[in-house]
Every structure is written in structure tokens, then in C-alpha cells.
């Protein structure tokens, strides 16, 4: 209400709201909402910090357990926790690669799209194309990812992939496939962000020397924006690799070791939603600790992504900022 | 500079069609890749409507889960659920985080030390923003469900250390036999000391029933016969009868740790999309024309008087839209719901105070396309269905906010 | 405002037709209270059985508190069903069942979080020693009989019978066969693919308890193994996947008949039997026949709204049990079960399935949930 009034005649609004007060009172006054505010500031600070705690104390009752060797949950090709009450192995790599599958299917699918997808808006679109197109990625990209994979089980396994050949009921294909849709928008609004953040001078400039559209666009506003549209790829990258409830429904909850996109692959996400959601957690127990400890390996993953596509993401914007 | 006339002297009028061809048809393959977009679009959504079509009826939108009854299995809990861990989750992350952006884009300081400091936060939330859900699930149920067994574990049988907002009340059952077709009656009374689990009734007390009436327990000892009056004997207990506690909590209940809640979930979805939140207020802050801030200033305000009466009002739309999406965002979360408050269908009650469990939208939908029974895949497209109408409309608002305020914006 | 039933332990009233239950802390008076009961009884048929001062409809019952159940994903159906009915009667009673396996129940009942543990098998000495390490006491009362179904896509036309020994080849992680073909020659050496019950479910100790044979392997879990504590995982991956083989509880496999066929079984007489109610209540199924339970806590049960509901679930226990497309078990192991819970001084706490060294009792029901067996 305020800001209406403001917008017609902020002077007015400020004076009398203000008029009363004496400088030093102000001042107190805001040096008491400066603490607020930096209150505020600091539980984004707790949070991080939170969660690192967190993941360190508990994943050290993994880490440090006697049975649990690290140079094995490095090596070690497969992962039974939760799969046998016998004598377990914990190496990451299924979970790992399971994760990396369904990753690299999505991204095989998503950044090529996405990135044409985004050269197309930038470069030729015209107004009524863009017009259908933008508002389509906007809401696709406002989809739940719990409904894409619903999408995943009810459409792309039975109908799309199921005719290809010798899909399992839960396959990294499918939930590899719904990952990248999830990525699609994502990677086209941060391309295309980075494509249109060159400078026109640069295209008008190639444009005087004769060259096509074509020729523009892949050989002079593609390479300058090339630090963008790595970063974009990063953060898609980030995204994939977080993702929790396309796996958990899509990908089954069998971790393997191997690079058949027709078998179930359980990915470090949908190791620990399955596993917490059963609640086989009795707080203690190597289960227990085990969460954890796949949390501050794909925690450590995707800081890691998140990190370097900010880099890279900060060093393009100085140049053309 | 004479290299160009050269190119083009050997340049023949083929070359630059074929030139000009590849520039045209690299863009009808342009065209034909973003239309894969469309269709997904429409085979998502062609999908979900001919699956969920079909169960969209006022029972469901009314009804909740019934095991393994999809023909009566609806939704409205978890539609309730969902409102109100909006609601959570933007009454605590909307401050929150719209003053960390105030912070961060006003109040730019002078010191070192915190120049570092606002560098951090400021770093802190971009990679905030990059850590997956699930993670943040985790951290919930370490810091909100058992809150680092800081207080003990909420537990059948035992009230809660910290606790408001809950009245006990001991209740029995009058004398009953079904054998003979006395089926007694429930009444109960307040609890003078709830730290019992258990009273022992030795002596009248007043009781209320089922229907609100009050009377006085009539007590006989135990060797004495049962009242012969039906109306008599329903209000007799024998001596030495043990009643057992209950609790009746009020909308106002509130215990620590926060357990299973949805205030626990609300506020760990929360935590989910502050960093969004942050980044989209400072967004809109930053849009706001610094000629504006130096206008004020001129007048003599404090830097606090300039966020508030000036940054704040012509920034509010831009926040609000940006609110608004992240919180639409929250609304289809399931990961850190799952993992705080379980993969929960319904409950008797419904939800009566925020320390109540309830199933959200997302989740069913889950557990529901999880379902071994077919039949619920087609409700789950139905609450798919009804999330997106949901979403619609939270963007709708915030479409109609960012209309309605740029147009005002205009004319500044 | 009477509970009907089927249940044997029932008293036929002549005067009015009406089948009535006993209740639980009067027994000890029966005579007496029989005497007025039917002099009652009559005074209502002539009434007309309309007392406008008996207000007890069972619409607005004024029970009232909370009831957590946690525990077997296949009982779950069963206390879901018992719930249901129960909360029709007494809506202000809050309960809450979650299946999440046997072994969670065990762990949430001696840690105090649950006020019952549904399970699929007898408690185990470990879980036991957490329990009296906790203070926890409980009763133990069988509920129902389950056939562990082992089941194949209806599309799979070889595997019609299976015995003990081709399981062994199949699910034990010693041989975890690999194809069809090692298991019968003449089957296709198709890939199998395993979908079996969770390390945390009673499902999957029941199994493994028969195909170990007195070994310690356990169940294979490789990567062509899926293993959930969550049944409908299960049904819904036989269910897609022509060259599976999987199993749980019977209830989880008799909606899907369509799309999945149960194997037969050979039992210890050489006959191949399929897992039916008859077979089931029969023992001809036999290995995989076994009780189902729910485990009390004692403190719990204190609670008005525990016991009322304990009773219900026993009075009902065979509509109860046969809704929820279980077995129910002879009526004599219902009647012990009342004596469990009405026995003075809580002398029914306790299990009957660990003998004082710790080891586990075998045989059928009937043998094992005697009073002589009782070990609090």
C-alpha cells in the first residue's frame, strides 16, 4: 500500500512519515534493523555451516566404524547396504555410476537441445515463435519433478522405450531421459542469457563482413559466449546430479555397476530418500551412518560443480558487464 | 583490408547460395529442435489429462487415502497439507530472506571485516542454491525432527519436555460386558496432574461424556453388585478402576524437538528456497534506479528510511514475483518432505496444529505412482493434475503482480 | 451398539438373537454378570430395545487419544483394515500404521515410538534384549496366517512348480543363478530377475530362515536383485518383467492374479501345492506358511484407547483379517490370545517363540503359543 503511495510521490510519503524523528534516534533505530539484518544474513551462514557439521559428525560414525575401510568405499565396485544382512561391501562406485548414468543420458539430451533451443530464441526466432516458446519452457520448467517422473514410469518406459528393446520395468534410460527435460529449460534460459549478453557490436561487426546468420552465430557469438554457455552446462550438470524423485521413481533401487541404460540404476539421491523413507535408520547402525555418508559425497559433488560454474559464470560476466 | 575484395573475386554466386542455404536450413533444424520443447510439453500433459481425467470428481477433491479403495481415495488432506506448508514455508523465508537481500544490496559497509562477511554470505548463497534437496531433507531431520537430540525424542506414553498448548485429560470406560450388551460409555476428566500416565479412581469425580454432559462418576466397591438401572449403570465405575491419560491439543500446540511435523517440513522447505528467494529480492533491488535512493538521501534519511520509503515500495513487485515462484517451487518439492515427515497417505484427524503429520501433494503423487494397484496411478494423475492447477494459479498472481505493478511503474 | 461377529468365542443370546463378545477385565465374573446380563438383555427386547437414556451410538463415541503402529509392511494391510473399522466406531481415536518393516517395528517399540509393532516373524533374542534393556514389556498376539507367496509374471509359462532345492538356486547368494537354464535345463536361458523383500522385513528373515537350511547364506544381492521393504515395489517389478521371479505375503498377490501367477510350492510329502486360503489354513503349503503378529507394548496397553482398540481388533479379527485377504487362525489361538491380555497381573506379557537359552521355538501355532511357553 505504502509503495503506491510512494510511486505517485515518494517525497511526500518519506517526509511525513519521518518528519518527527530526531537524527540520533534514526540512527539507533537503524543500527537496531542493520542486526536484524545481518541476523538474517547469518542463517544462510548457519545453514551452511549446519549441514557441513552435520555431515562430517555422522558420516564420520561411517567413516571411522571398524568395519569400514575408505580406500574400499573407493574402490569397491559394488554397494550392499540395505540389500543383505550378510557381509556387506560399500564402495561407492555403483551409486556413483548410477548417478553419472542418468546424468549423462539427460545431459546428452539436454544440452544439445537446450543449447539450440537457445540459439534459435536468441539468434532467429521471430516475435511469434518466441511468443509460443518462451512461455512453454517457462511452465515446463515450473514443473514438479515428482510429475516428471510419473511422466517416466507411465509414458517414456512403457511407450517409448519398451519398443526399443529390452527395457527393465525401472531403467536409468527412462529417468535419464526425464532428468534432461528437467535440465532443458534450465540450460536454454542460461544460454540464451549468455548468447544475448554479447555485445551487438560484435555480431553487427561480422554481419559487415558479409556473413550469414549462420556463419554469426557459431562463429563469432557462440565462441564469445562460450564461458556463459559452460556455466550453464555446470549448473545443469549441478541440477542432475541432485535429483531425487525422478530416480526414485524412474530408476528402481537396484545399484549396478555398468553402462547398460536398460537396467536399473540406483543413483546416490535415490539411495537416500529409499533408504530413509523405508526407515531401515535405526540412528547407530551402519544404514544409519551410511546416508550420511552418500549425503557428503554428492554434498562435495555438486559444491564442487556449483563452485566452478560460478567461476566461470563471474569471470563472462566481467568481460561484457 | 585487400584480402576481402580478393575473397569475395573468388567467391562465385554458388558459394554464397550454398552459404546462404546452410545458414537457412541450419535454422529450420533450429526450429524442429525447439519444437521438441512443444511437444514434450503436450505429450506431458496429454499424459497426465487422459490418466487423470477420468478420477476428477468432487469425492476426490473431498475424500482421503483409503487403502487399497482408489474408488474412494481423494485428496483433500494432502491439498490442505500442501496450503499450509506454503504458508510455513513463506512466512518464515520471506522475511528471512528478503532481508538478507536488503542486507546485502543497502547496506554495503565500510569495514573490512564485513565486506568479507557480505563477500561470504554472498558466495554462501549462490552455492546454497546448487545443493540438492534431499540434502536439505537430512538436514531437516537432524536439526528440525530431533533438533541434534538437543531434547529428548518425543515417545508414546510420555509428555514431551517442552510442551504447550496441550490439555490431558484421564478417561475410562464406565462398567461394560458386551457379553451382556453393556457396552459402557467414555467419559473423561481433566488430569490435576498430567505427569501420570495412569489415575486410579477411588472415589466420585465429575465426568463429562461424549455429548458434552457432565455428571458424577458413581463409584461402588468391588464386591458389591452392578446397578440394575441401565441409566445408573452406565455412570458406574468400580472402585480401584484405572483411567488412562489423553491429551487434547489446541491449534496453538507446540512441543521441542518439532518430531515428524509439518512445521518441521514447512520450515526445512524453507531453507530449500531461501537462497532463491535471496537471489530474486536482489534482483529486484538492484532494478531499482539508484536516482531514487539519491533523492532521498538529499532529504536528509537515514539509509534505513531510504530502503524502506523508497528501494522497498518499487522493488516490492519484483520480490513478490520472485516470492512467489520459489514458493511454487516449494509447493511441488517432495524429497525433503519424505525424508522429515515420511511417505504419509492421511491421517485420522486431518491436521489440527502444526505438530500434526500430514500428507502433502507431491508425496502422494508419489506414493501413489509407487502404488502396486494400478488404479491409484490414475489418482496420482488426477493430484498431478490438481498441483498443476495449484501452481497455475500461484502463477497467475504473480503474473498479474508483475502486469499490474510495471504498468503503475510506467508512469514514475 | 452391539459388536456382531463371527468368532467362536461368542455367546448365542435366545432372547434376542443377537451374537455378543465377551469383555475383557470381567471375566472372572462371568456368572454373576450373566445372570444380570440376561435379565438386562430382556428388559431391552421389551423396551424394544430403544432405552432413549442409552445414548452410546457408536457415531459419536467420545474415545479419544492417539495410537501408533508401526512395524511389517505385510501386516500393515491388516491393522490399516483394523484401523479403518475401528475409527468408524471411535473417529476422535488418532492411528497411525506404517509399514516399514518387521525389524523397524521391533526398534520403534523399544525405543517407546510405537504403541504396537506389527511383524511377520516371532522376535528375535537381540530385539528382545533391546526391548528389556528399555524397559519395554508387550504382548504377543498372533493375528493372522500368511503364505509367502513366490510369484512370476503370468507371460512366464515354464516355471509352474518350484521346490526348495530351485529356490535355494535361485535366491541363495551362494548360487544366485544367473539364467533359467541353470535352474532346468529346459528352460530358456533367459536372465532371471529378482524382486524380493527387504533385510528390514520379516518377509525376507521367513525366506531366508528356509532357504538357509541350517546354513548362514543368506539371500543373493546382486545387481540383478531388487530387495525392498516396500511390497508394491515388488508386485509392480514382476509385474513389468516377463523373466522375474519374486515373493511376499499372499494379500499383496491376490488383486494382482491377472498379471502374476503364484508358483506352486513342493512340500516336505513331494505334492506341488499353490498357496490358496484352504492351503494355507491346511498347512499343506507348507514351508512358507507362517503367523502373522502384532506386539503390545505393556504400558500402552494401559491407555483406555489402546485396549478398546486391542479388543476390537480381536473380537473382529477374522472379518478383520479376511478384508485385508489374509488367513485367519483357528479359533482357539484367539481365545489364548484374549487370556494373554485379560490375565491378572500381567501375567500374558511376554514371548513365546525364545526358550530361556535364547533359541528359537518351532512348530506349529498350536504347539508354540501355549502359557507353558511364555517367557516374559
Not at chain 1, 552435520?54 to 574402490?75: C, D, P, R, V
Not at chain 2, 538437543?150 to 458386551?178: K, W
Not at chain 2, 511441488?332 to 522429515?340: D, K, T
Not at chain 3, 512395524?71 to 466406531?89: D, L, Q, R, Y
Amino acid at each position: 500500500m505504502a509503495g503506491m503511495n510512494v510511486e505517485s510521490n515518494p517525497q511526500e510519503l518519506i517526509l511525513s512519515e519521518f518528519r518527527l524523528r530526531s537524527p540520533g534516534a534514526a540512527r539507533f533505530h537503524q543500527s537496531l534493523v542493520v542486526t536484524v539484518l545481518i541476523g538474517c544474513a547469518l542463517i544462510s551462514i548457519l545453514t551452511t555451516i549446519g549441514t557441513i557439521v552435520m555431515l562430517i559428525y555422522e558420516s564420520s560414525g561411517f567413516f571411522l566404524n571398524e568395519q569400514i575401510e575408505i580406500g574400499k568405499f573407493l574402490t569397491d565396485t559394488r554397494w550392499t547396504i540395505g540389500q543383505t544382512q550378510g557381509e556387506i561391501r560399500y564402495g561407492i562406485w555403483p551409486l556413483l555410476s548410477g548417478t553419472f548414468r542418468i546424468t549423462g543420458i539427460a545431459l546428452l539430451f539436454a544440452l544439445p537441445t537446450g543449447l539450440i533451443t537457445a540459439i534459435y530464441l536468441s539468434e532467429y526466432a521471430p516475435k511469434k515463435v518466441r511468443a509460443v516458446l518462451k512461455p512453454a519452457l517457462e511452465v515446463l520448467a515450473g514443473i514438479p519433478t515428482v510429475v516428471l517422473g510419473f511422466f517416466a514410469v507411465t509414458f517414456l518406459t512403457p511407450y517409448l522405450l519398451a519398443p526399443l528393446g529390452d527395457f527393465k520395468p525401472f531403467n536409468a534410460a527412462s529417468a535419464g531421459i526425464a532428468v534432461g527435460i528437467l535440465c532443458l529449460p534450465l540450460v536454454t534460459s542460461l544460454a540464451e542469457d549468455a548468447l544475448q549478453a554479447v555485445p551487438r557490436s560484435l555480431r553487427e561487426g561480422a554481419y559487415g563482413l558479409g556473413s550469414t546468420r549462420f556463419e554469426v552465430t557459431i562463429k563469432v557469438v557462440l565462441p564469445a559466449a562460450l564461458s556463459g554457455i559452460v556455466s550453464a552446462f555446470l549448473l545443469a550438470l549441478a541440477r542432475a546430479v541432485g535429483e531425487t524423485m525422478v530416480v526414485a521413481l524412474a530408476a528402481g533401487s537396484t545399484p549396478t555397476f555398468t553402462l547398460d541404460p536398460r537396467e536399473p540404476s540406483q543413483t546416490m539421491t535415490g539411495f537416500i530418500v529409499e533408504t530413509i523413507n523405508s526407515e531401515s535408520v535405526v540412528p547407530g547402525t551402519l544404514s544409519y551412518y551410511s546416508i550420511y555418508a552418500v549425503a557428503a559425497v554428492l554434498f562435495l559433488i555438486t559444491m564442487l560443480i556449483t563452485i566452478i560454474g560460478q567461476i566461470i559464470r563471474n569471470r563472462y560476466r566481467e568481460v561484457y558487464q | 583490408m585487400s584480402q576481402i575484395p580478393d575473397q569475395l573475386k573468388h567467391d562465385s554466386a554458388g558459394r554464397n547460395e550454398r552459404r546462404s542455404r546452410k545458414s537457412n536450413s541450419f535454422a529450420v533444424i533450429c526450429l524442429l529442435i525447439s519444437g521438441l520443447v512443444i511437444v514434450i510439453l503436450v505429450t506431458l500433459l496429454t499424459t497426465i489429462l487422459t490418466k487423470g481425467a477420468g478420477s476428477l470428481n468432487w469425492n476426490f477433491l473431498t475424500s482421503v487415502h483409503v487403502e487399497n479403495q482408489p474408488e474412494l481415495s481423494g485428496i483433500w488432506q494432502a491439498l490442505v497439507g500442501s496450503m499450509v506448508i506454503c504458508l510455513i514455508c513463506g512466512l518464515f523465508a520471506l522475511p528471512v530472506g528478503i532481508g538478507t537481500a536488503i542486507y546485502l544490496e543497502e547496506f554495503k559497509p565500510k569495514q573490512r571485516t564485513m565486506r568479507r562477511f557480505q563477500g561470504l554470505v554472498q558466495l554462501n548463497i549462490n552455492n546454497l542454491a546448487g545443493i540438492p534437496s534431499i540434502v536439505y531433507g537430512i538436514l531437516g531431520v537432524t536439526a528440525f525432527v530431533y533438533m541434534f537430540g538437543l531434547f529428548d525424542r518425543i515417545q508414546v506414553n510420555q509428555i514431551p519436555e517442552y510442551e504447550m498448548g496441550a490439555e490431558y485429560f484421564y478417561q475410562v470406560n464406565t462398567i461394560s460386558n458386551r457379553r451382556q450388551g453393556i457396552q459402557g460409555r467414555f467419559v473423561s476428566f481433566p488430569a490435576k496432574d498430567p505427569s501420570q500416565p495412569t489415575f486410579e479412581i477411588n472415589e466420585p469425580i465429575e465426568v463429562t461424556d461424549g455429548g458434552g454432559q457432565s455428571f458424577m462418576l458413581n463409584v461402588i466397591a468391588d464386591d458389591l453388585p452392578m446397578p440394575t438401572d441401565p441409566e445408573l449403570l452406565e455412570r458406574t465405575v468400580r472402585r480401584g478402576t484405572v483411567a488412562s491419560r489423553f491429551a487434547r491439543y489446541q491449534a496453538s500446540h507446540f512441543h521441542l524437538p518439532l518430531g515428524k511435523s509439518i512445521l518441521a517440513a514447512g520450515l526445512t522447505l524453507a531453507l530449500v528456497i531461501l537462497p532463491i528467494i535471496i537471489i530474486a529480492s536482489q534482483e529486484a533491488i538492484r532494478a531499482v534506479p539508484n536516482s531514487l535512493r539519491e533523492a532521498a538521501f538529499g532529504m536528509g534519511a537515514t539509509r534505513w528510511q531510504v530502503v524502506r520509503g523508497t528501494v522497498l515500495p518499487s522493488a516490492l513487485p519484483g520480490i513478490m514475483t520472485g516470492a512467489i515462484l520459489s514458493m511454487s517451487r516449494a509447493v511441488g518439492e517432495a524429497a525433503p518432505i519424505i525424508a522429515v515427515m515420511g511417505g504419509i497417505l492421511g491421517t485420522t484427524r486431518g491436521l489440527s496444529n502444526l505438530m500434526d503429520a500430514s500428507p502433502v501433494l507431491p508425496v502422494t503423487i508419489y506414493k501413489w505412482s509407487s502404488h502396486q494397484n494400478v488404479a491409484y496411478e490414475n489418482l496420482a494423475a488426477g493430484a498431478i493434475i490438481v498441483l498443476l492447477v495449484f501452481l497455475l494459479l500461484m502463477n497467475s498472481v504473480a503474473i498479474w503482480i508483475r502486469y499490474h505493478f510495471e504498468r503503475k511503474q510506467g508512469a514514475f | 451398539m452391539l459388536i456382531q461377529s463371527q468368532l467362536t468365542r461368542i455367546d448365542f443370546v435366545p432372547s434376542t438373537g443377537i451374537l455378543l463378545r465377551s469383555q475383557t477385565n470381567s471375566s472372572n465374573r462371568r456368572p454373576v454378570f450373566l445372570f444380570f446380563a440376561y435379565g438386562l438383555m430382556s428388559v431391552l427386547v421389551l423396551c424394544g430395545c430403544n432405552s432413549g437414556n442409552v445414548q452410546v451410538s457408536s457415531g459419536d463415541s467420545n474415545l479419544a487419544g492417539t495410537l501408533r503402529i508401526e512395524g511389517s509392511s505385510t501386516v500393515a494391510p491388516i491393522s490399516i483394515k483394523a484401523k479403518e473399522m475401528f475409527n468408524a466406531i471411535h473417529p476422535n481415536v488418532n492411528i497411525s500404521v506404517s509399514g516399514k518393516g518387521t525389524g523397524n517395528g521391533f526398534a520403534a517399540l523399544s525405543k517407546k515410538e510405537a504403541d504396537i509393532a506389527d511383524a511377520s516373524r516371532p522376535i528375535v533374542a537381540k530385539e528382545l534384549g533391546n526391548c528389556q534393556a528399555a524397559g519395554v514389556e508387550f504382548y504377543e498376539i498372533p493375528i493372522a496366517y500368511d503364505g509367502l507367496t513366490i510369484v512370476v509374471n503370468r507371460a512366464n509359462e515354464f516355471v509352474r512348480e518350484l521346490t526348495v532345492e530351485q529356490l535355494i538356486k535361485i535366491f541363495r547368494e551362494d548360487f544366485a543363478a544367473k539364467t533359467w537354464n541353470e535352474i532346468d535345463p529346459s528352460w530358456p536361458s533367459e536372465r532371471i530377475t529378482v524382486y524380493a523383500a527387504g533385510i528390514a522385513s520379516g518377509t525376507h528373515d521367513y525366506f531366508v530362515e528356509v532357504i538357509g537350511h541350517g546354513t548362514n547364506k543368506g539371500l543373493r544381492s546382486d545387481e540383478r536383485t531388487t530387495l525392498s521393504e516396500d511390497d508394491k515395489l515388488l508386485v509392480r517389478g514382476v509385474k513389468d518383467d516377463k523373466y522375474s521371479i519374486g515373493f511376499f505375503g499372499y494379500s499383496y498377490y491376490v488383486p494382482e492374479q491377472e498379471v502374476l501367477r503364484a508358483v506352486k510350492i513342493v512340500n516336505e510329502n513331494g505334492v506341488a501345492v499353490e498357496p490358496t486360503t484352504e492351503t494355507i489354513i491346511s498347512g499343506e503349503y507348507s514351508p512358507f506358511s507362517r503367523p502373522l503378529f502384532i506386539y503390545i507394548s505393556a504400558d500402552s496397553f494401559k491407555r483406555v484407547e489402546v485396549n478398546e482398540f486391542v479388543n476390537f481388533y480381536l473380537e473382529n479379527a477374522p472379518e478383520i483379517v479376511t478384508k485385508a485377504a489374509y488367513v485367519p487362525l483357528p479359533d482357539e489361538i484367539y481365545e489364548r490370545c484374549f487370556e494373554r491380555i485379560e490375565a491378572e497381573q500381567n501375567q500374558g506379557i511376554g514371548t513365546h517363540y525364545l526358550d530361556s537359552n535364547d533359541q528359537k521355538r518351532t512348530g506349529s501355532i498350536l504347539e508354540v503359543y501355549d502359557f507353558k511357553n511364555l517367557r516374559r
